[in-house]
């Protein structure tokens, strides 16, 4: 989150070119190489994760994920080593990014194997409830900073506070971490595959990964629209920097009250519908609402859009993240969730910082994001009328 809110301060210390664009554009690319790795991730630790256990996978990922974010965190900028300093931020996106391959199936999995009966969705919502505590975090820091400290203060240091503050509470999740007991489900089964036959398995079931693929890429694209590209978004619309960031910060609330709430309605009424109404919003809705936005860009009506386009992602998602689960064969599950989750985010979400940089700069139209979202909308509804449960769920 944080790499994304201040891509800008990053690109000039990693990536100076001269041209302002251009160095925010090397910023972004890198953001979005670090997914490029999820896949590989996927495969390799979701493997590990299907083989040796849910607790032990978790606890792998936060180890290399460690060491990625305090790379990037202490690297001297490029005025400091040239250009080792933005050889070294990559290294870190990369390795940040094949770590978090297996984390959010990782997570995800260990949640619906141990909710109670009938609370899968509730249980699993709160995956994703956690990344928006890390989005309301990194917003209020940058908004704390930002009074705290001038413009220059902040694009020479300032952005590596919250960083230095992520590092600061891995030993608290190691230990948080090493607690987790073993899912029942996973101690329960008469046999573990090997990695070989896992491999195997997932090239069998090819068709349930790319239903999975479709769906999440509504979730994904969504998601670092309203959270990571928001500020680069408020700039360009002119807006203050400070405004920005407080509209992040109640975008994080907003899906946080959401993503619960509409996990246990999945529980309720089934996935599949809220999958079919969020999509179909999201299609219908997010360029009109974009050019209205545009139309008289202020801190009032990019609050309003937002928290709009929150609210679909918060319903669809709560709904979508379980659903993935469910169409998974338990034998592949946590590395068929990584991988389908992490190729669309690879494809298509970690980009999108970078690709709505690009359409603005190329069509200068700054309402085309919005388009950008009713696509992934339609591949979302693709892959939700296609997926099919492994087994009757309980609602």
Known sequence: MVFGYYATAIGK???PTGSAFLSLMLSLMTFGAGFLMR???AIVLGA????HGRRAGLLLTLSLMSIGILSIACTPGYASIGLIAPLVVLCGRLLQGFS??????GVSVYLSEIATPGHKGFYVSWQSGSQQVAVMFAALVGVLLGRALQQEQMAAWGWRVPLLIGC???PFLFRLRRSLQETEEFKARASRPSTTQIFRSLRVNWRIVLTGTLMVTMTTVSFYMITAYTPTFGGELHLAPMDSLLVTLCVGASNLFWLPIMGA????IGRRPLLFACTALMMLSAYPAMLWLVHDASFSRLLAVELWLSFIYGSYNGAMVV???EIMPIDVRTSGFALAYSLATAIFGGFTPA????LIHATHNPAVPGLWLSAAAMLGLIGAYFARPQRAAAY
């Open 13 to 15: 210390a990693f990536f």
């Open 39 to 41: 896949p590989l991730g």
């Open 48 to 51: 590990y994760a299907d083989r």
């Open 100 to 105: 978090a391959g297996m984390e959010l199936g």
């Open 168 to 170: 600061a509470i891995i």
């Open 265 to 268: 309605l999945s529980d309720r």
């Open 323 to 325: 659903f993935l689960t």
């Open 355 to 358: 690709i709505s940089t690009y």
